[in-house]
C-alpha cells in the first residue's frame, strides 16, 4: 500500500509520480526544548524545518516508505485536507532528510 491510501472511509487515493503526502504528528504551534520549557509559535528565532509522518507515496519516489519520517521545509508545502484531516502534499526532492530504522549507518544516503 505504498501508492495508495484510504484516508478514514472516504475513497481511496492514489498519489502520482515523486508525491509524498505527510502528517505532522502533533500541533504545529507550540513545541518544547529538550528541557520541557514550552516555546510558544510567536517565539520564531530562525528559520525551522518541520518533521511529519509519510502516510502515502507516489510510484516514483525511490527513498521514501510509508510510515517513514521525513524532514522538510514548512514553507515549502502545500496543505490539503482529506475527509476532516489536514494532509500536506510534497514533492520527493522538498524532503530533506528520512528517519527510518531500515536506513543504514554505513550509506550515504541517495543525492538528489
Same mark, same amino acid.
Given at each position: ?25 502533533? %500541533?504545529?504551534? @507550540? ?8 516555546? %510558544? ?6 528559520? #525551522? ?24 521545509? %514548512?514553507?515549502? #508545502?502545500? @496543505?490539503? @485536507? ?8 510534497? #514533492? ?11 536506513? @543504514? ?8
Amino acid at each position: 500500500m505504498s501508492d495508495t491510501t484510504t484516508a478514514d472511509a472516504g475513497l481511496p487515493i492514489r498519489l502520482l509520480h515523486d508525491r509524498v503526502l505527510v502528517r505532522i504528528d502533533g %500541533p504545529e504551534g @507550540e513545541r518544547r526544548s529538550a528541557a520541557g520549557i514550552v516555546i %510558544p509559535a510567536t517565539a520564531e528565532v530562525a528559520h #525551522r524545518l518541520a518533521w511529519a509522518t509519510a502516510v502515502a507515496v507516489g510510484p516514483h519516489v525511490r527513498s521514501i516508505v510509508t510510515g517513514d519520517r521525513v524532514l522538510f521545509d %514548512p514553507d515549502d #508545502r502545500s @496543505e490539503v @485536507e482529506l475527509h476532516g484531516r489536514g494532509y500536506i502534499l510534497l #514533492r520527493e526532492r522538498d524532503v530533506h532528510a528520512v528517519a527510518a530504522t531500515r536506513i @543504514e549507518d554505513s550509506g550515504t544516503g541517495l543525492y538528489l
